[in-house]
Each structure stands twice: as C-alpha cells, then as structure tokens.
C-alpha cells in the first residue's frame, strides 16, 4: 500500500496528494488522468459571447475528438451559425466525482479549451456512434431532431487533481488512452463490491478507527481509498504490484491484494 506520509496539520477537507511506492505500479499519467476524467458525463460549456451553455452531454472518443450535445434551439447553436469564423471560443469543464459519500467527493476536474464548430451532416452518423461508443446515453438520440452535435478543436488542457494542477499539451491529450478500469468503474464496484468492503476494512485497520476511510476511486494501477479525520484528509492509494492492461484483470488483482499483508 502507498500513502502520501500521514499529514499532521492539514486544513479540514484538504486531501494531501497520492505518491508512488518505490518498485511499485505507479500512478496514472497527468495526459492519461485527464483522458480519463474528459469521458466522464458531468460537465458544463462555456462559451464567449453566450456564457454558459447547458451541455446534455459530452465526451472525449478513442480517436481523440471533443464532442458537445447542445440544445438546438438554444442561443449557442445560433451564435455559429451568425460566426463569420464559423467557430467560437469554448471551454468545457469535466468533473469526475468519487463513488462514495465523502466530504468533498470531485475527485479531479478538467477544463479543455479551444474552438467549437458544429459537426458536418455528413459526419454526424459516424461521430454520434464514435460518441456512444465510449459514453452512451439517451441525449445522443435528439442529435438532429431537438439537439446538435458539436465539435471542440481543443488548444489547451488542464487538469486539477487534489492539490496538483498539469497543464496537458494537446497533442499528449489526444494521443492518451482512457483508464481502462476506471471506465469501467461502475460495473466493476457492483461486481467486486464483496472485495472491495473487506480491502476497505484492512485500510480502516491501518488507518486507525477515529479516522473514516471511503472509496475514492478504481484504476489500474490500484485502488484508492480517502482517510478523512476531524483535522483533514489524505489519499492512499493500494497498488497493484504491476498496472492492470483491462478491467477483466481487476478481479484478480484485487484477490491479490488481500492476500498480501499491510505495511
């Protein structure tokens, strides 16, 4: 198990930063971390010129594109139709939330900037099964009726995670691959929930009991719990002796870990 060194004096609700074992798996990437986080739902369309901008949804695909769901008959839609760029100056903010209750549960957020066109006709076919295919849901069947497919050309990433903040290059966004365990969360806690308690209650252990220890989060290069006491909070990250390629690995990783002994 990895931990940031227990903090004696952190201000309440503050996590300290997850840290990296010596010969251990390691931790995502700040380009990987942001790929991830760009797949999540949760997120909101700023937009110059016409402010913020209900997005009913959003996604980062495999190959790389930034695609927006937006209302039709909303203001945005109207705005690049009357561009003479043809485009305009946006910035889409992703939150990623922990799956359990905790006092401060956005575990990281990502703002990716750049410029947003509407998508080709010709290309919405493709581009709306390129979308489901990492992030179905139900806003993608209005796309020509009630809602338009939009896409963001994006020129600058940033990534905000516990106390750290990366500023990603594009190009390294773009070239990165999702968390294959982490876009599989949610299956996987319904599946190895039995697991996932009993690992839990071995960090409680280490932790100490005045302290309270919830989920924080599934990757494959571990999994991490939040220690939350009266005084503050840390991460704790319990790693995988090596990074995990597919969800279908997690199982057994896990089982792995309970086989292990705390330090």
Known sequence: MTAGSRPSRLRAG????????????GQP??????????????????????????????TTTADGRTLVVVPTSGPLVQALADSPAGDLPARLTVTDRAPSALRQPI????????????VP??????????????????????????ATLLELDVADVVLHESH????????????????????????????????????RVRV?????????VGLLGLDRFGVRFRVESLRGGYDVRV??????TRSEEFAAAVGGLLSCTLD
């Open 29 to 58: 990437s700040p380009s990987e971390r942001a790929r991830t986080v760009a797949a999540r739902p949760t997120a909101a369309l700023h937009v110059l010129g016409t402010g913020t901008t209900p997005a009913l949804a959003a």
């Open 107 to 118: 575990r990281a957020l990502v703002e990716i900037a750049g410029w947003l066109t509407p």
């Open 239 to 244: 790693a995988f002796p090596e990074p995990l």
């Open 204 to 212: 409680q252990g280490w932790a100490g009991r005045r302290d309270d």
């Open 14 to 25: 503050t996590p300290a930063p997850v840290t990296a074992p010596s010969g251990a798996g």
């Open 121 to 146: 006709a010709a290309d919405v076919p493709a581009a709306v099964l390129a979308f489901a295919d990492g992030c179905p849901c139900d806003a993608l069947f209005e796309v020509g009726r009630t």
């Open 164 to 199: 750290a903040v990366d500023h990603v290059e594009p190009e390294d966004f773009v070239a990165a691959a999702p968390d294959p365990v982490t876009a599989a969360e949610a299956d996987l806690l319904t599946a190895q929930s039995d697991a996932l308690a009993r690992l």
